[in-house]
């Protein structure tokens, strides 16, 4: 599966960005997918991750509260609303897809998952 994220851009401190995430191919409900960040000089972290079909999610601690992840099948999309963005929310943006998930399954802090998309860069900055 090939996955485009789209969607960042420069915001102001409080303001939202909503990131989307394409996904090519067949069987998009086959794959829990999550949303991933890098700013410079660190490492790639996990944001959110959400299971098969929808129904379960989960949040890095920092952004519980201001960061919605979900997705459309029919779509074949996946995103990630933010709200109320911090300047430590600046970084690259990564999409990517678990493949032969457990429908239950989010896979939240794992960084094992089989396809990445190309990035997409969010500054949060006055």
């Known amino acids: 599966v090939q996955l485009q994220a789209s969607g960042g851009g420069l915001v102001q401190p409080g303001g939202s960005l909503r990131l989307s995430c394409a996904a090519s191919g067949r069987s998009f409900s086959r794959y829990a997918m999550g949303w991933f960040r890098q700013a410079p000089g660190k490492e790639r972290e996990p944001v959110a991750s959400i299971n098969r079909n929808g129904g379960s999610a989960d949040y890095k601690d920092s952004v519980k509260g201001r960061f919605t992840i979900s997705r459309d099948n029919a779509k074949n999309t996946v995103y990630l609303q933010m709200n109320s963005l911090r300047p430590e929310d600046t970084a690259v943006y990564y999409c990517?897809?678990?493949?032969?998930?457990?429908?239950?399954?989010?896979?939240?802090?794992?960084?094992?998952?089989?396809?990445w998309g190309q990035g997409t860069q969010v500054t949060v900055s006055s």
């Open positions: 990517a897809a678990r493949d032969r998930a457990i429908l239950s399954a989010t896979y939240f802090g794992d960084l094992q998952y089989d396809f």
